[in-house]
């Protein structure tokens, strides 16, 4: 299942970006799109996820800052991000669940991931 973040780049602290991942394939009645990161050296972290009943759920770093919303018509999943800081900084990754969905950021909970887009986020 092709998944394809766009929408990444380099910011000063303080500044917004807002990431796109187009989804294919995902008929499925219930499933999870979930936005991951991973800084070099560290562990894959989940960001935020949006279940296709609309739950959504964020990492406790970025509560406040950053929006996951869904566009079903257009099959894209956006992670608004604002008051970016450099701890931000990393790979980003958009994933999906398959066709279940446990309401979890743990990556082992997702099997369809895309190729991921750099943030920068500068001091």
């Known amino acids: 299942v092709p998944l394809v973040e766009s929408g990444g780049g380099s910011v000063q602290a303080g500044g917004s970006l807002r990431l796109s991942c187009a989804v294919s394939?995902?008929?499925?009645?219930?499933?999870?799109l979930g936005w991951f990161r991973q800084a070099p050296g560290k562990a894959p972290e989940g960001v935020a996820l949006i279940s296709s009943d609309g739950t959504r759920m964020y990492a406790d770093s970025v509560k406040g800052r950053f929006t996951i919303s869904l566009d079903s018509a257009k099959n894209t999943v956006y992670l608004q991000m604002n008051s970016l800081k450099p701890e931000d900084t990393g790979t980003y990754y958009c994933?999906?669940?398959?066709?279940?969905?446990?309401?979890?950021?743990?990556?082992?909970?997702?099997?369809?991931w895309g190729q991921g887009t750099q943030v920068t986020v500068s001091s």
């Open positions: 394939g995902y008929t499925y009645s219930r499933y999870c």
């Open positions: 994933a999906g669940s398959g066709a279940v969905c446990v309401y979890d950021l743990a990556p082992r909970a997702y099997s369809d």
